[in-house]
């Protein structure tokens, strides 16, 4: 009888059900953590408008001539920031306007808002996208946001 028992082996039932039940907790926290990370923060301008949509109200004119870059804010929404990606013959960068000038308004350009600065950009650009950042409110306090470079970039050629 004892040689009928050596040759059974397998888990236990009990073995069973807790390695069971652990798989089944593990696989639901992965999928917990993923669904997590595909939404997005809510961020949030002028009492709970999404501020995707709030890019749709900006409106800005901008020049650059002589490595001086001016901005105009025409629209109603106040422009924290800008990204300017620069491009020339075989490749591109983006840089933040911030931190290349110390002239830009600690607040933002508001509504009728001019800005003018040297910016000094070194190589042959070819062009300049101007893509404007805003601040939102989220749960954790304030944050910026970036609008869509596509819908709401501001080209600049360069002749």
């Not at 002028?46 to 020049?63: K, M, P, Q, R």
């Not at 020339?88 to 002239?103: A, D, F």
């Not at 600690?106 to 950042?133: H, R």
Request: net charge negative; proline share 3%; hydrophobic share 40%.
């Amino acid at each position: 009888m004892n040689k009928k028992r050596l040759k059974n082996k397998g888990v236990s039932p009990v073995i069973a059900t807790v390695l069971l039940v652990a798989m089944v907790v593990i696989i639901a926290l992965i999928i917990f953590l993923w669904f997590r990370g595909i939404t997005k923060e809510a961020v949030t301008k002028f009492g709970g408008t999404n501020i995707e949509l709030v890019c749709n109200d900006i409106s800005f004119d901008a020049s650059y001539s002589n490595n001086i870059l001016y901005i105009i804010n025409n629209g109603n929404v106040p422009i924290f920031g800008i990204n300017l990606k620069t491009e020339w013959e075989g490749g591109h960068e983006m840089l933040y306007l911030n931190e290349i000038i110390t002239s830009w308004p600690n607040s933002g350009l508001n509504q009728g808002g001019s800005f003018s600065e040297n910016i000094g950009l070194d190589k042959e650009i070819n062009k300049i996208t101007l893509i404007p950042i805003l601040m939102g409110d989220s749960k954790d306090g304030e944050k910026t946001f970036m609008c869509n470079e596509k819908q709401h970039g501001y080209e600049i050629f360069i002749e």
